[in-house]
């Protein structure tokens, strides 16, 4: 079964709206993160795409690991499993103003959405080389959907 498509209006408006029901109160249903961190930690896709500077893309055997062990996980239809391991650039270990990064979250959906599916039709991923749009598509929706169920929204 497809995910919903983050590109269209719906699909982002219907995340939108389930971080706007969390506040910096809500607890995680499992996990280490906070929910301020957890917005934080949502925002590093995010940052791959929009601020590409602020991190060192993997070379090497990283790249060929990240390529063909680690996107076809992260690119396919089935969700994240509890507590799977977490990558060294989205780890967030200290704390966060959950205004600021709740708006940052849905600012970079929105501009996800709004620059839509063609313009990540074959554009390339930080991590894991040219990706089509349904790629990018499961890529943000589904986590997105894995850490707003951690914190029960």
């Given amino acids: 079964m497809a995910l919903p498509d983050i ?3 719906e699909a982002a408006n219907s995340i939108i709206g389930r971080i ?4 910096p109160a809500t607890q995680a249903q499992w996990g280490k993160m906070n ?3 957890m917005l934080a930690h949502c925002c590093v896709t995010y940052e791959y795409i929009y601020d590409e500077s602020k991190y ?3 070379t090497g055997f990283m790249k060929l690991l990240l390529k063909y062990m680690v996107k076809p996980m992260v690119t396919n239809e089935k969700p994240y499993k509890k507590g799977g391991a977490t990558a060294p650039d989205f780890i967030i270990a200290n704390e966060r103003d959950f205004a600021q990064e709740q708006g ?8 996800v959405q709004a620059e839509g ?3 990540f039709e074959g554009r390339e ?3 894991f080389g040219v990706l089509n749009a349904t ?3 499961n890529m943000f929706y589904k986590h997105l959907d894995h850490h707003l169920r951690q914190f029960g929204v």
């Fill in 7 to 9: 590109f269209s209006k």
């Fill in 20 to 23: 706007q029901q969390l506040t």
């Fill in 35 to 37: 929910v301020s961190q």
């Fill in 56 to 58: 060192k893309k993997p």
């Fill in 104 to 111: 940052r979250l849905i600012n970079y959906i929105g501009k």
């Fill in 117 to 119: 599916r063609s313009r």
């Fill in 125 to 127: 991923s930080h991590s």
């Fill in 135 to 137: 790629e990018w598509n």
